[in-house]
């Protein structure tokens, strides 16, 4: 047990200077006349205690207990109560032989409280103090006229003053101050436990945030690397169809050269020949009547057949200057691809802003396929031109040839101009007319039949083309190309129905067509052989 070692004044109330009264074990008695300061003693146990009420220690205010001065004594500025403990039987927590409690005030009001001479907080030195059962606001200190008001209490009040000495009052106010922060707890708790529960929804809600946008940030990148493989790879295909086109513009242009270099061959040919018919002419002149007429129906026949060459060289060359001019407007238009692809290169990074002219170029291109096409069907014509000039070259070679044997014949009849003679030569001549007139007949109708059957399948494949482009857009507009009608789901299935049902129709068309056009290019091989 604790007991009180000495008290230390200086400054309050009538204590001007400093006052240490000692005390001992047991029972102390201070004794003095009236006015001596015996009170305030009390006061200033009361006060270093730690009572917050001044009216208790008998003053208005904080400030009041400051020693106030006399006619010879200045006021002082602040003042101040130690109490020393004696702990030698631990009955403190802190292990210390004495415990000592020291509360200041000052002018301006406020309290400084210290434990062995360190600043610490109210609150800490009541807990202190109720470690040996010290209560400021308790019947540790019983003050003047409180035995007469503890006479007149009621049984249930002396219960609770018998308690609050006993000590149990102390664990009492303990238990309810313990339930009452239980409650707080439990009700901070409730909140903690809500504000948790709010928080972890947040927070799965954000978690699925992160994944969704970590998801649309992967997907990003994945849709740029998507877009500049698909950039690359259409402008190497539109590279390598650009050294398609020009490597084909090339090779039409040289063969535009041998066009030109045959029709200037047969057309010194067919001068040659006219040459030749006129010297025939002449010496038809100097022959009798009847071989005069055998050999000009023949010339007649020839000058026909020439002029039929004639006519067709001037289609060819018409052709020809067609397929120049469509040779020009390709060779313009690589430039502007070119143009393109370089524009395309430098605007790659803004590949989604760009979208729009992608399509654009997605439409040029097929164009451009559109005009390879065409140039594909334009040198097949040509090659198919080839093969025709090739023909007639060899029908003229061998007219020539005819012309030269009915030439020399003729000259050599007319060496000898005997009757059986120029009979034999006559019925020569007829026999050899009638067999060019019969290969004439026949290769003009394989050369009919060639052409009609080769436009049939250029009209055929046309309109497979035109089927497949209408099935392909159909697909990706909203509006129908033929009726302009909205694109519905069962339009869409009518319109690839019919186009698929178109192609296979032409194709049907194109296999008979070119079987014929192969049994016609034999039969005209073996009629020219014969």
Same mark, same amino acid.
């Given at each position: 047990?604790?007991?009180?070692?000495?008290?230390?004044?200086?400054?309050?109330?009538?204590?001007?200077?400093?006052?240490? #009264?000692?005390?001992?074990?047991?029972?102390?008695?201070?004794?003095?006349?009236?006015? /001596?300061?015996?009170?305030?003693?009390?006061?200033?146990?009361?006060?270093?205690?730690?009572?917050?009420?001044?009216?208790?220690?008998?003053?208005? %205010?904080?400030?009041?207990?400051?020693?106030?001065?006399?006619?010879? %004594?200045?006021?002082?500025?602040? *003042?101040?109560?130690?109490?020393?403990?004696?702990?030698?039987?631990?009955?403190?927590?802190?292990?210390?032989?004495?415990?000592?409690?020291? !509360? #200041?005030?000052?002018?301006?009001?406020?309290?400084?409280?210290? #434990?062995?001479?360190?600043?610490?907080?109210?609150?800490?030195?009541?807990?202190?103090?109720?470690?040996?059962? @010290?209560?400021?606001?308790?019947?540790?200190?019983?003050?003047?006229?409180?035995?007469?008001?503890?006479?007149?209490?009621?049984?249930?009040?002396?219960?609770? @003053?018998?308690?609050?000495?006993?000590?149990?009052?102390?664990?009492?106010?303990?238990?309810?101050?313990?339930? %009452?922060?239980?409650? $707080?707890?439990?009700?901070?708790?409730?909140?903690?436990?809500?504000?948790?529960?709010?928080?972890?929804?947040?927070?799965?809600?954000?978690?699925?945030?992160?994944?969704?946008?970590?998801?649309?940030?992967?997907?990003?990148?994945?849709?740029?690397?998507?877009?500049?493989?698909?950039?690359?790879?259409?402008?190497?295909?539109?590279?390598?169809?650009?050294?398609?086109?020009?490597?084909?513009?090339?090779?039409?242009?040289?063969?535009?050269?041998?066009?030109?270099?045959?029709?200037?061959?047969?057309?010194?040919?067919?001068?040659?020949?006219?040459?030749?018919?006129?010297?025939?002419?002449?010496?038809?002149?100097?022959?009798?009547?009847?071989?005069?007429?055998?050999?000009?129906?023949?010339?007649?026949?020839?000058?026909?057949?020439?002029?039929?060459?004639?006519?067709?060289?001037?289609?060819?060359?018409?052709?020809?200057?067609?397929?120049?001019?469509?040779?020009?407007?390709?060779?313009?238009?690589?430039?502007?691809?070119?143009?393109?692809?370089?524009?395309? !290169?430098?605007? /790659?990074?803004?590949?989604?802003?760009?979208?729009?002219?992608?399509?654009?170029?997605?439409?040029?291109?097929?164009?451009?396929?559109?005009? !390879?096409?065409?140039?594909?069907?334009?040198?097949?014509? @040509?090659?198919?031109?080839?093969?025709?000039?090739?023909?007639?070259?060899?029908?003229?070679?061998?007219?020539?040839? *005819?012309?030269?044997?009915?030439?020399?014949?003729?000259?050599?009849?007319?060496?000898?101009?005997?009757?059986?003679?120029?009979?034999?030569?006559?019925?020569?001549?007829?026999?050899?007319?009638?067999?060019?007139?019969?290969?004439?007949?026949?290769?003009?109708?394989?050369?009919?039949?060639?052409?009609?059957?080769?436009?049939?399948?250029?009209?055929?494949?046309?309109?497979?083309?035109?089927? $497949?482009?209408?099935? !392909?857009?159909?697909?990706?507009?909203?509006?129908?190309?033929?009726?302009?009608?909205?694109?519905?789901?069962?339009?869409?299935?009518?319109?690839?129905?019919?186009?698929?049902?178109? #192609?296979?129709?032409?194709?049907?068309?194109? @296999?008979?067509?070119?079987?014929?056009?192969?049994?016609?290019?034999?039969?005209?091989?073996?009629?020219?052989?014969?």
């Amino acid at each position: 047990m604790t007991f009180i070692k000495k008290l230390e004044i200086n400054g309050f109330k009538s204590f001007a200077q400093k006052t240490e #009264i000692p005390f001992k074990q047991g029972i102390n008695i201070v004794v003095g006349p009236n006015g /001596s300061g015996k009170s305030n003693i009390s006061d200033a146990l009361c006060f270093v205690l730690g009572r917050i009420s001044s009216k208790s220690m008998r003053a208005q %205010k904080s400030k009041n207990l400051i020693f106030m001065g006399t006619k010879n %004594k200045k006021p002082a500025k602040e *003042a101040s109560v130690e109490l020393v403990f004696d702990n030698s039987t631990n009955t403190f927590n802190i292990q210390t032989p004495e415990i000592s409690l020291k !509360r #200041i005030v000052r002018q301006k009001g406020g309290s400084i409280y210290k #434990i062995n001479n360190e600043v610490k907080t109210r609150g800490e030195v009541l807990e202190l103090l109720a470690q040996s059962g @010290i209560d400021p606001h308790g019947f540790n200190l019983i003050l003047q006229g409180q035995i007469q008001a503890i006479v007149k209490m009621h049984s249930e009040e002396r219960r609770k @003053i018998i308690e609050e000495v006993a000590g149990i009052s102390i664990y009492e106010s303990r238990k309810e101050k313990s339930i %009452k922060e239980l409650e $707080k707890t439990d009700t901070k708790l409730k909140e903690i436990s809500t504000v948790l529960k709010e928080r972890r929804l947040f927070l799965k809600n954000l978690e699925y945030e992160r994944s969704q946008a970590l998801k649309h940030k992967e997907l990003e990148k994945t849709i740029k690397r998507c877009k500049a493989s698909i950039l690359t790879k259409k402008i190497n295909e539109k590279n390598k169809e650009i050294s398609s086109i020009i490597k084909s513009l090339e090779e039409k242009s040289k063969e535009k050269e041998n066009i030109k270099k045959k029709i200037e061959f047969i057309q010194d040919k067919i001068e040659k020949n006219n040459d030749k018919i006129n010297q025939i002419n002449k010496q038809i002149k100097k022959s009798t009547g009847l071989e005069q007429e055998q050999v000009h129906e023949i010339i007649s026949d020839t000058k026909a057949e020439i002029e039929g060459l004639r006519v067709r060289r001037e289609n060819y060359g018409n052709r020809r200057i067609e397929i120049k001019k469509r040779i020009e407007s390709m060779k313009e238009s690589v430039p502007q691809y070119e143009k393109e692809i370089n524009e395309l !290169r430098k605007k /790659s990074p803004l590949i989604a802003k760009k979208q729009e002219e992608l399509k654009k170029k997605k439409q040029e291109l097929e164009i451009l396929g559109e005009q !390879r096409k065409l140039a594909y069907t334009q040198k097949t014509k @040509i090659n198919s031109v080839k093969e025709r000039i090739k023909d007639k070259s060899n029908q003229i070679t061998k007219i020539n040839v *005819a012309s030269e044997s009915i030439i020399k014949q003729i000259e050599e009849n007319s060496q000898n101009l005997i009757f059986d003679d120029l009979e034999s030569c006559s019925n020569k001549i007829k026999e050899l007319s009638n067999v060019l007139l019969q290969k004439k007949l026949s290769l003009e109708k394989f050369l009919e039949s060639e052409i009609k059957l080769e436009k049939i399948i250029s009209s055929s494949e046309t309109q497979i083309s035109s089927a $497949k482009e209408i099935r !392909r857009k159909v697909q990706e507009i909203d509006i129908c190309p033929i009726c302009q009608n909205k694109m519905t789901e069962e339009h869409l299935k009518n319109v690839i129905k019919s186009s698929t049902e178109k #192609i296979i129709k032409f194709n049907e068309k194109i @296999i008979p067509g070119k079987e014929g056009i192969a049994n016609l290019r034999k039969n005209k091989e073996k009629t020219r052989n014969e």
